[in-house]
């Protein structure tokens, strides 16, 4: 709650005109101090008699506007769980209105109350913002040609109501979820493997591979920490949903090709453990293909997403794509002639090439798949793993160059791109450390089966 008070001027400069007006007069020591504080002891006391009615009214009000704002967004929860087709930034319009002038007694001693009600309906979040002025009219203080004093106030609250929500996870699985999650893993992978990056790749499928190696090591890279995470975030779902089968889940994976772990249409995507099994086994880097292509992956399942709907049954699930990457898309791909570019790849500017098989670029602005999902209203997350680039383990000059490029160019430019493609960039989580890339899941997640009401 916010409260204003303003008082003229008019009230000091009367204080001040008749404590001149004494100094000058040539009365004795007593008269001239009686004179001075006489008029200053007076406006005081009556600013004090009116202030404390002021306050008695202000606090009747701010408890109106408090009453007001938890009743409005309430009367919308009903209303969206009872599945009643009305408008619900009107019924928290109204409800608000009502709710404040029902509770807030008698209006005597002041003007007639400026009332504002702002509703905001966002699926099953609902918030309202009651905003209040009037001029309170003074018993005392208009002797001292002080005749108002304006007060005003604000009350907020927020409510998310419980929904039914299917969420496609799609994880980047390119070789740069390769490099070590911190840098202490990092160098655990240069002492043990002396590689930097995309370790999974050279000498993948000889057993152990040097991916194994440095895992068996003590070593976690980026992969393990976003399966990790997922399945922390699922774990938190599943412990406060309140309604069975509430959320269900579709998994994918990319890298400069599209694969479906769990499709969207799969029977089994509300077994959560099935869910969790599925991230812990399959989302895995590939020893083929390289590259990123978030692109290709976001076209790739916009028509297999349905439409997002109101959330308030089983059948009418609100839709959410959350995407686990980088940021860097790379259009190298490894087939069996070798290291190639890769044909699917739409490279933009600005971009930069090595080796003549790969080039480093960001999404583009108005992507297709972006552009797929918005029209059907699908809810987009992008989780942004800020590119590492390795501090320990053998590097040649291309990737030296590469991470250079991606680090004085492409870092400002992803944010905004994914911020592009989401319409919100408050879609768009940071987060480099693994505690970060845990809190990203449970933030995104646990605001499906966790319903908040602030005030």
Known sequence: MHFRVKFST????AMFKRIRRFVRSNSGSVALTTGIALPVMTALGLGALDYGLALKKKQALENAANKAALAAISEAHIAYKNLE???LATVIREMGRTSFYANAGR????????LTVTPEVDINEFKVKIEYTYNYNTQFMKFVNQDTIQLGGEANATEIATIYANVNLLFDVSAS???GASAADQQIMGDTINCAFACHIAGHGQPPSKYQRSRDAGATMRIDVARTAAIAGIDHVEETANRPEQVTFSIHTFDNVPTEVVPVNDPQKADLDYIRTRIQNDVMMNNLMGGTNIELAL???APKVPASGSGRTPDDRVQYVIVLTDGVESAQARTSA???FHEDAVVNNPYQIYAGHEGNYALR???????ALEGKNVRKYFIYTEYLAPEYGALNSNDVQRFGFIRDTLFDIIPQRFADCTG????VIRATTPEEIDDAFRRILGKLTSPLRLL
């Open 10 to 13: 008019q009230v000091y400069r």
């Open 365 to 371: 602005t108005n992507a297709n798949g972006c552009q």
């Open 177 to 179: 979820m390769g490099v």
């Open 107 to 114: 209006l005597d001693m002041i003007d007639e109350v400026s």
């Open 338 to 340: 070798g290291w190639v």
């Open 424 to 427: 919100d960039p408050n879609n």
């Open 85 to 87: 087709n009305v408008d």
């Open 299 to 301: 076209q790739d399942i």
